[in-house]
């Protein structure tokens, strides 16, 4: 990002109109109809939010959502960069025909059922190194913009050509909650995932997401976050400027941590940023003593500003998450009736 953009006293004044919502902020992650196929033209063509089958399904969902209660939506937007971006040789120059229309169309069916959207701009797998798939795993084509993030370059076009024109669009629209840079980064950066597929430095990646975070205050006028893939890796995005951290928590990721959730929590109460807990599964068989309510229970307790439930739509046959399940509706509604949290 040019240094003629960052203009650090603007933030501050804007800080004035934003606080921290109120009460226990409990989300649902969507956290999408069809992965990577969403927003913009993909591949396999065009079956994003503006299409009629598609606003119809997202429609019916947030109307769903917004009967339990809960008000805000986590949804992936660009995912691993299959779809939505005009390309050059590979690098970004814009989004295609199709990108801002479907964000557009996925804000407004959020505002008119009374709900909210935090967007992961990006999803970790992009940020990985990927191999050729081998003949029997087609049609699943690597995506043409796979290694646009892997060099500076790729990274400068991304923010300049696609991310800032979309937070320049929608930095008024009520249904914006929040920006997140990315999804779980962690797990493609060497310093925290060692290993092949780990596709670019702690160094790079924190540069890369502090330009983002910079193009968000002094442009979108929006809240920005960033969702760290665990409690123990959330401290190394505190110093970027995030409006509020976002850690996962998942029992099975865990297994190499003594601590209980509430231990975990407990150790990070001196952070100086509201902490969000964007990902709690609503099941984990692997972990029989896993259970939801207590974990929000257990989120509320340590003053978080809110925690999201991982997932609101069914997971897709064969898809890692399965075993996770997904959002209890009613189980949603009663939580937050009887915590005192529902909000009309």
Not at 144 to 162: D, I, Q, S, W
């Amino acid at each position: 990002m040019t240094s003629e953009r960052r203009t650090p006293v603007s933030r501050y004044l804007f800080l004035m109109d934003f606080q921290t919502p109120p009460g226990f902020l409990l989300g649902v992650n969507y956290p999408w109809v069809n992965y990577g196929k969403d927003f913009g033209r993909s591949p396999w063509g065009h079956s994003g939010v503006s299409s009629p089958a598609t606003r119809q399904i997202v429609a019916a969902d947030f109307q769903n959502i917004s009967v339990t209660g809960v008000k805000l939506v986590r949804w992936f937007l660009l995912c691993d960069g299959r779809s939505g971006l005009l390309l050059s040789n590979g690098i970004p120059t814009g989004p295609d025909d199709k990108f801002l229309e479907d964000v557009s169309a996925a804000l407004d069916l959020a505002e008119q059922s009374g709900l909210q959207i935090c967007f992961p701009l990006m999803d970790f797998l992009w940020l990985k190194n990927l191999q050729p798939p081998a003949p029997s795993d087609l049609p699943s084509p690597i995506p043409p913009a796979a290694n646009a993030l892997h060099f500076a370059a790729g990274r400068e076009a991304l923010l300049e050509t696609v991310f800032l024109p979309l937070f320049e669009k929608f930095q008024k629209h009520p249904a914006l909650f929040a920006w997140e840079i990315c999804n779980e980064p962690e797990w493609a950066i060497r310093e925290f995932s060692p290993g092949p597929e780990a596709g670019i430095s702690l160094q790079d990646f924190r540069s890369f997401a502090q330009d983002v975070a910079d193009a968000v205050r002094e442009t979108a006028q929006a809240r920005v976050t960033l969702g760290s893939a665990r409690m123990i890796w959330v401290r190394a995005w505190s110093e970027i400027g995030l409006d509020f951290l976002q850690a996962h928590y998942y029992p099975q990721a865990e297994a190499d941590q003594k601590h209980s959730l509430s231990e975990q929590l407990a150790s990070l109460r001196n952070l100086k940023t509201p902490l969000w807990l964007g990902e709690l599964p609503a099941t984990d068989p692997s972990h029989p003593s896993y259970s939801l309510e207590q974990s929000l229970g257990a989120c509320r307790s340590a003053g978080l500003m809110g925690a999201g439930v991982w997932r609101w739509r069914d997971p897709e046959p064969g898809g890692q998450d399965v075993a996770f399940g997904k959002a209890d509706p009613q189980f949603l509604a009663s939580w937050l009736t009887q915590s005192g949290e529902f909000r009309v």
